[in-house]
């Protein structure tokens, strides 16, 4: 019994509101043929009006995330709806259709530009796709700082320039008393080389090896 009460009270609701979007997307689709005379502006009159209004509805109640998204869906549901209000009223004789005659073709093309544009915030103002602008943005001027930073003080370049020379000469020293078996000095900040094998001492010429003395 609840379910069917529960079936009855949205099923009544959901018939109406197919009712009312019907009558109202054949007054838009009269309005718009009679003031365009074309049959495919109108049909495109539909799409934008009351398809625009489903759709921003169904996002404002399912898929909205973040204020930014709740506002520009409920913002375009709003146009839309003003949309279909405008065009009834004029198709019912509250309006001269003489004073639009040629803005019919203004009026969708000021719509398409509407919805499209506010499709194009919605999916800008995602909380994630904002958090990853913010992230990037933050990391960019971080960055830009730090260079600015670099080539105005000459201090953070010379001491950088220092570590590179300082980098430099241990490499250096350390590949000539490689090649030269030359131990490190005790002053030396350089890391000690491992000994030489006996086969490569004296500069690389070979050691004989000592024979044992016979008992």
Not at 14 to 35: D, G, I, K, N, R
Not at 75 to 80: I, T
Request: aromatic share 8%.
């Amino acid at each position: 019994m609840k379910f069917l009460n529960n079936l009855s009270k949205q099923g009544l609701t959901h018939l109406f509101a197919l009712f009312v979007l019907f009558w109202t997307a054949s007054q838009t689709y009269s309005l718009l043929v009679e003031v365009t005379g074309s049959y495919w502006v109108a049909l495109w009159g539909i799409v934008l009006f009351e398809g625009g209004a489903l759709s921003w509805l169904h996002a404002l109640k399912n898929t909205a995330e973040g204020a930014y998204q709740m506002v520009i869906s409920g913002l375009s549901l709003a146009f839309d709806l003003l949309l279909i209000l405008a065009a009834v009223a004029v198709h019912l004789g509250a309006f001269s259709t003489t004073q639009l005659s040629g803005a019919g073709s203004n009026i969708i093309t000021v719509a398409t530009i509407i919805n499209l544009l506010a499709l194009f915030l919605y999916e800008v103002t995602n909380p994630e796709i904002l958090d990853n602008l913010y992230e990037r943005a933050t990391r960019a001027a971080i960055l830009q700082k730090a260079y600015a930073a670099l080539g105005d003080d000459s201090t953070i370049a010379d001491a950088v320039a220092q570590e590179v020379k300082q980098a430099l000469i241990a490499s250096a020293v350390a590949a000539v008393r490689n090649q030269y078996n030359i131990p490190p000095s005790p002053t030396s900040t350089t890391p000690a080389l491992p000994s030489p094998s006996p086969a490569h001492s004296n500069n690389g010429h070979h050691t004989p090896k000592e024979e044992n003395a016979a008992p």
